[in-house]
Nanobody, 114 residues
């Protein structure tokens, strides 16, 4: 059973930065595409970014140029560096395997507000 623990969220002003981290236990995720998702109040969960095993990436159009996803297979961690944050980035952020997801973690709240 894979357990995912997200951290690094918080309250930040527009234009600010945050770095989210996700630690996975119970499985070696080096063989999987890993992703960050987010869910804003009243909205469906959406894919924000994903990183393949060899490091290739995909980003939601609205975060391109502002967010960077990375992974450390040796440490079973995946990170999301977020900069130039906007109020519309406010959401609970989750990491998971891309596609066939494991059980969701608790997520980490990101609030962008002045």
């Amino acid at each position: 059973q894979v357990q995912l623990v997200e951290s690094g969220g918080g309250l930040v002003q527009p234009g600010g930065s945050l770095r989210l981290s996700c630690a996975a236990s119970g499985s070696i995720f080096s063989g999987y595409v890993m992703a960050w998702y987010r869910q804003a109040p009243g909205k469906q969960r959406e894919l924000v970014a994903r990183v393949a095993q060899e490091g290739s990436t995909y980003y939601l159009d609205s975060v391109k140029g502002r967010f960077t996803i990375s992974r450390d297979n040796a440490k079973n961690t995946v990170s999301l560096q977020m900069s130039s944050l906007k109020p519309e980035d406010t959401a609970v952020y989750y990491c998971n395997r891309f596609g066939f997801t494991w059980a969701w973690g608790q997520g980490t709240q990101v609030t962008v507000s002045s």
